[in-house]
T-cell receptor, first 109, second 114 residues
Framework: KNEVEQSPQNLTAQEGEFITINCSYS?????LHWLQQHPGGGIVSLFM???GKKKHGRLIATINIQEKHSSLHITASHPRDSAVYIC???????????FGKGTKLSVKP | KAGVTQTPRYLIKTRGQQVTLSCSPI?????VSWYQQTPGQGLQFLFE???????NKGNFPGRFSGRQFSNSRSEMNVSTLELGDSALYLC?????????????FGQGTRLTVV
């Protein structure tokens, strides 16, 4: 079993829909990252969080340390949100990230 | 402020050859991490450098090595290439070591081994 599990693997939505991507992990962590990867490979860091909730524009990330679970929400989705969203955790103090397999999101106009 | 620059963007090599990839971090960033991304394994951590010292290493064979120069630019080298080394290699820079800080990624180098 992977230490970081994401669901769903693939997600298709209509423009305007509210989207939720989930990330569960089985190890103790000190931080969790949400990353966005567009076709072509470039990765953008969306959020880094260790507790609570963060918001940036239409994106919201939450984390529940006790339940070892994080969610990434996209409100009013748009075709330009189509990308792979990757959850990554920092395990303890080891200093390197462990990644989920990613969620491929496709938003149709 | 220029972003993280990786060169080359694409590379085709033959089995048994060696390859060197380069990563120039954001100006002022002294920490550089390298990652390998394959369709089967996803993203995996290779190593992290800070102030010219390897701070952390992932679970990869010794054919994978790296270094960091005094200007914080980093190179990674893969010797005796295997077909399975075909992947997207990404580097990320940050202002301080460890993943408990925002990381900025480059566009990656896509390596194909034939």
């Amino acid at each position: 079993k992977n230490e970081v599990e994401q669901s769903p693997q693939n997600l298709t939505a209509q423009e305007g829909e509210f989207i939720t991507i989930n990330c569960s992990y089985s190890v103790g962590i000190s931080a969790l990252h949400w990353l966005q990867q567009h076709p072509g490979g470039g990765i953008v860091s969306l959020f880094m969080l260790s507790s609570g909730k963060k918001k940036h524009g239409r994106l919201i990330a939450t984390i529940n340390i006790q339940e070892k679970h994080s969610s990434l929400h996209i409100t009013a989705s748009h075709p330009r949100d189509s990308a792979v969203y990757i959850c990554a955790v920092l395990r303890g103090s080891q200093g390197n990230l462990i990644f989920g397999k990613g969620t491929k999101l496709s938003v149709k106009p | 402020k220029a972003g993280v620059t990786q060169t080359p963007r694409y590379l085709i090599k033959t089995r048994g050859q060696q390859v060197t990839l380069s990563c120039s971090p954001i100006s002022g960033h002294r920490s550089v991490s390298w990652y390998q991304q394959t369709p089967g394994q996803g993203l995996q951590f290779l190593f992290e450098y800070f102030s010219e010292t390897q701070r952390n290493k992932g679970n990869f064979p010794g054919r994978f090595s790296g270094r960091q120069f005094s200007n914080s630019r980093s190179e990674m080298n893969v010797s005796t290439l295997e077909l399975g080394d075909s992947a997207l290699y990404l580097c990320a820079s940050s202002s301080r070591p460890g993943a408990n800080t925002e990381a900025f990624f480059g566009q990656g180098t896509r390596l194909t081994v034939v």
